[in-house]
């Protein structure tokens, strides 16, 4: 059965009842993708869990929607109204598959026969109540990136610019194309306005050309124009591209709500009427609630549904025997006919290749690195004027004296330990702050875990070796460590590694933890045990055995050991002094003698922080994947 031919079925049905029209004014014009979308005892539950760590443990099930029903026909605007918790974000979220991991649904959704699922999720946009973007980037940079994740991989690049172009065009967005889209109150700079978001949001899902578009709350917070033009796209789009918007909606004026195709009322986990807008009023008469004259339709079923007490259920029952649900009921009973076969254009989306997605995603995360100075720019300047500080009270101090084996010792302690702590809290502080997005678009399917946390390292590379090499430099160069080319190169390489380990210990504990918080009650001993280990505050040999395997992890150790056997493993000769009353140290050896350090540990130690760097990640890698997965991300 073709497309024309299943809806000739259902118009059949509706002969008989010309009053109770479901679809009477569903207005776009029919193309391959304009399918009804309809749903049959549909129950949702959230599972109420118990935190144990990482694992949880059910202890309950909350009913959010009660065994509801309904049909949307092909190409309609459909606005879903009802009080503060009735259950509509749910309602809309079932609908479009993308319900939290926590929550449960049975029954079925379907599009023309076919059921929804994650293979036909391209087909649905999806825009959230709040919207979340990389503010650095400009509407058309985020297009173009949105694009690139969200495409087919099929799609060319020329034809992938022109879509860009022709949604910009389309949503009236030329204006403000190269402004940054900013952040909410972000003052002082030139960003876009609520009203420029909520339509950013709409360009972004409509990429795909998606024959459904989802809109939690879209006019939310905005002024009565900006609500109107908002509205008047989303008519725009049914009408001229044959799509189905469905949207939620708070308070619209009558004028407003008359121009949607269709109403669902939700109340309480239930539907308290679905059908045409200017049907709504008299099915509330019908059931015994009077609109009063002079009075905003919409504020009156507003007010009906908020009584919990009087009328929500009793007008739910009612509503669950007229002729309305049983036009429904007919619809959908229709819809077996429909033959499904012809929907595969419907599953037939390749995303794009995972190095293309890593790409993109890299390319992302350094572009916010270099435009927005917050994130690690004004770390470098910091970084810069310490090493200046660092290297004014160790001017002229570092020599091949018995006085300047302690100046030595001193720089390489202030080498280690600026590439230790403030790396290690400061990745710790930068993860949580991208996880909102990452969880958003890690639900629409853009990208998965392992794509995100790998685009994440690769971005932080070059702050893990510009901002120790230049820390390094200042320092060595107003010491005046060895004029040695060799040594000088692997004192970089050396606290280039101790700041990549230690942000990798940012990273496992913070993935380990699942909190912020949490991550820092628990680092916060560990670094200092780390640190009290390194041989400078305790003589090696004197470590309680139980902490041994502690000192082998120690990267502050093994830096600070490969940074002094570096310095004077080579040096023959250091002059006696006799103003002083402490032992004379002859040589470098005799200086490594002294901290226990050994000089065939120098390439040893350097390996093994290369190890510890990737065991730490790998740990965190897994802890932060499996928390994904499990929707543990917080
Ligand atoms: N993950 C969850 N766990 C437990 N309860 C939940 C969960 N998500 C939603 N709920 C509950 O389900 C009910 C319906 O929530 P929903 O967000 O669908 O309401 P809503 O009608 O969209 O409300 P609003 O207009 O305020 O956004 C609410 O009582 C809410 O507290």
Same mark, same amino acid.
């Not at 118990?50 to 459909?78: A, F, M």
């Not at 004259?293 to 007490?309: G, T």
């Not at 009328?311 to 007229?322: I, L, Q, W």
């Not at 200042?474 to 460590?481: D, R």
């Given at each position: 059965?073709?497309?024309?031919?299943?809806?000739?079925?259902?118009?059949?049905?509706?002969?008989?009842?010309?009053?109770?029209?479901?679809?009477?004014?569903?207005?776009?014009?029919?193309?391959?993708?304009?399918?009804?979308?309809?749903?049959?005892?549909?129950?949702?539950?959230?599972?109420?869990?118990?935190?144990?760590?990482?694992?949880?443990?059910?202890?309950?099930?909350?009913?959010?929607?009660?065994?509801?029903?309904?049909?949307?026909?092909?190409?309609?605007?459909?606005?879903?109204?009802?009080?503060?918790?009735?259950?509509?974000?749910?309602?809309?979220?079932?609908?479009?598959?993308?319900?939290?991991?926590?929550?449960?649904?049975?029954?079925?959704?379907?599009?023309?026969?076919?059921?929804?699922?994650?293979?036909?999720?391209?087909?649905?946009?999806?825009?959230?109540?709040?919207?979340?973007?990389?503010?650095?980037?400009?509407?058309?940079?985020?297009?173009?990136?949105?694009?690139?994740?969200?495409?087919?991989?099929?799609?060319?690049?020329?034809?992938?610019?022109?879509?860009?172009?022709?949604?910009?065009?389309?949503?009236?967005?030329?204006?403000?194309?190269?402004?940054?889209?900013?952040?909410?109150?972000?003052?002082?700079?030139?960003?876009?306005?609520?009203?420029?978001?909520?339509?950013?949001?709409?360009?972004?899902?409509?990429?795909?050309?998606?024959?459904?578009?989802?809109?939690?709350?879209?006019?939310?917070?905005?002024?009565?124009?900006?609500?109107?033009?908002?509205?008047?796209?989303?008519?725009?789009?049914?009408?001229?591209?044959?799509?189905?918007?469905?949207?939620?909606?708070?308070?619209?004026?009558?004028?407003?709500?008359?121009?949607?195709?269709?109403?669902?009322?939700?109340?309480?986990?239930?539907?308290?009427?679905?059908?045409?807008?200017?049907?709504?009023?008299?099915?509330?008469?019908?059931?015994?609630?009077?609109?009063?004259?002079?009075?905003?339709?919409?504020?009156?079923?507003?007010?009906?549904?908020?009584?919990?007490?009087?009328?929500?259920?009793?007008?739910?029952?009612?509503?669950?025997?007229?002729?309305?649900?049983?036009?429904?009921?007919?619809?959908?009973?229709?819809?077996?006919?429909?033959?499904?076969?012809?929907?595969?254009?419907?599953?037939?989306?390749?995303?794009?290749?995972?190095?293309?997605?890593?790409?993109?995603?890299?390319?992302?995360?350094?572009?916010?690195?270099?435009?927005?100075?917050?994130?690690?720019?004004?770390?470098?300047?910091?970084?810069?004027?310490?090493?200046?500080?660092?290297?004014?009270?160790?001017?002229?101090?570092?020599?091949?004296?018995?006085?300047?084996?302690?100046?030595?010792?001193?720089?390489?302690?202030?080498?280690?330990?600026?590439?230790?702590?403030?790396?290690?809290?400061?990745?710790?502080?930068?993860?949580?702050?991208?996880?909102?997005?990452?969880?958003?678009?890690?639900?629409?399917?853009?990208?998965?875990?392992?794509?995100?946390?790998?685009?994440?390292?690769?971005?932080?590379?070059?702050?893990?070796?510009?901002?120790?090499?230049?820390?390094?430099?200042?320092?060595?160069?107003?010491?005046?460590?060895? !004029?040695?080319?060799?040594?000088?190169?692997?004192? /970089?390489? @050396?606290? $280039?590694?101790?700041? +990549?380990? %230690?942000?990798? #210990?940012?990273?496992?504990?913070?993935?380990?933890?699942?909190?912020?918080?949490?991550?820092?009650?628990?680092?916060?001993?560990?670094?200092?045990?780390?640190?009290?280990?390194?041989?400078?505050?305790?003589?090696?040999?004197?470590?309680?055995?139980?902490?041994?395997?502690?000192?082998?992890?120690?990267?502050?150790?093994?830096?600070?050991?490969?940074?002094?056997?570096?310095?004077?493993?080579?040096?023959?000769?250091?002059?006696?002094?006799?103003?002083?009353?402490?032992?004379?140290?002859?040589?470098?050896?005799?200086?490594?003698?002294?901290?226990?350090?050994?000089?065939? !540990?120098?390439?040893?130690?350097?390996?093994?922080? /290369?190890? @510890?760097? $990737?065991?730490?990640? +790998?740990? %965190?890698?897994? #802890?932060?994947?499996?928390?994904?997965?499990?929707?543990?991300?917080?």
């Amino acid at each position: 059965m073709n497309l024309a031919s299943a809806y000739t079925v259902i118009s059949n049905a509706d002969e008989s009842n010309s009053n109770f029209q479901l679809f009477e004014n569903a207005g776009g014009e029919y193309n391959e993708n304009c399918l009804p979308l309809y749903w049959e005892n549909l129950n949702v539950h959230a599972l109420i869990k118990k935190d144990r760590w990482l694992r949880s443990s059910i202890t309950s099930r909350k009913q959010l929607l009660n065994n509801v029903e309904g049909y949307i026909p092909p190409c309609s605007l459909v606005a879903i109204m009802g009080p503060s918790g009735a259950g509509k974000s749910t309602l809309m979220a079932a609908l479009a598959n993308k319900l939290p991991a926590e929550i449960q649904l049975e029954g079925s959704v379907k599009i023309g026969n076919l059921p929804v699922n994650n293979f036909n999720n391209h087909n649905f946009g999806y825009m959230y109540q709040h919207d979340l973007f990389c503010g650095v980037f400009t509407v058309k940079e985020h297009l173009n990136f949105m694009a690139k994740l969200k495409m087919d991989r099929r799609t060319t690049e020329n034809n992938l610019k022109a879509r860009v172009s022709a949604i910009i065009e389309e949503l009236g967005l030329n204006q403000c194309a190269n402004t940054r889209i900013g952040a909410v109150g972000e003052n002082g700079k030139i960003t876009l306005s609520g009203g420029e978001r909520k339509i950013v949001s709409f360009a972004t899902e409509l990429l795909t050309d998606p024959s459904f578009l989802f809109c939690d709350e879209p006019t939310t917070g905005l002024d009565s124009y900006s609500a109107q033009k908002v509205v008047n796209i989303m008519q725009r789009l049914v009408s001229s591209q044959g799509k189905t918007v469905i949207c939620i909606i708070h308070q619209p004026s009558s004028e407003l709500l008359s121009i949607f195709h269709q109403l669902i009322l939700v109340a309480d986990g239930r539907i308290a009427y679905s059908g045409p807008p200017n049907q709504a009023i008299s099915f509330f008469e019908s059931v015994g609630f009077r609109c009063p004259e002079n009075y905003n339709s919409a504020d009156f079923i507003m007010k009906m549904l908020s009584d919990k007490n009087k009328s929500v259920n009793s007008v739910c029952d009612e509503f669950a025997v007229s002729k309305h649900s049983e036009l429904i009921r007919n619809a959908i009973s229709n819809e077996i006919y429909y033959d499904s076969s012809s929907l595969s254009v419907f599953c037939n989306h390749l995303s794009p290749f995972w190095p293309v997605k890593l790409y993109h995603l890299t390319r992302r995360y350094f572009l916010e690195k270099v435009r927005d100075p917050t994130i690690d720019i004004h770390r470098i300047l910091q970084k810069v004027g310490i090493a200046v500080m660092v290297g004014l009270c160790y001017l002229g101090t570092v020599q091949q004296t018995q006085v300047g084996i302690q100046s030595f010792q001193g720089v390489f302690f202030m080498l280690i330990t600026e590439n230790f702590f403030t790396p290690m809290y400061s990745v710790m502080n930068q993860l949580p702050a991208k996880l909102p997005l990452f969880r958003r678009e890690y639900t629409s399917g853009l990208y998965d875990a392992p794509t995100f946390y790998i685009a994440n390292i690769i971005s932080f590379i070059p702050t893990m070796i510009i901002e120790p090499t230049i820390f390094t430099i200042i320092i060595y160069c107003m010491a005046g460590l060895q !004029n040695d080319l060799f040594v000088f190169f692997l004192t /970089v390489i @050396i606290t $280039i590694l101790e700041m +990549a380990v %230690s942000t990798a #210990c940012g990273y496992m504990f913070n993935n380990i933890f699942g909190s912020l918080s949490l991550a820092l009650t628990f680092v916060q001993p560990f670094d200092n045990v780390i640190m009290i280990l390194s041989g400078i505050f305790v003589n090696i040999r004197s470590i309680p055995w139980y902490l041994h395997w502690l000192v082998s992890i120690s990267w502050f150790e093994l830096g600070f050991e490969a940074l002094t056997i570096l310095h004077w493993k080579n040096v023959t000769y250091i002059a006696c002094s006799e103003d002083l009353d402490v032992p004379c140290l002859m040589n470098g050896n005799e200086v490594l003698d002294q901290y226990e350090f050994t000089e065939s !540990n120098l390439m040893p130690h350097i390996y093994s922080m /290369v190890w @510890i760097f $990737i065991g730490f990640h +790998a740990i %965190s890698f897994v #802890c932060f994947v499996t928390r994904a997965r499990w929707n543990k991300l917080s």
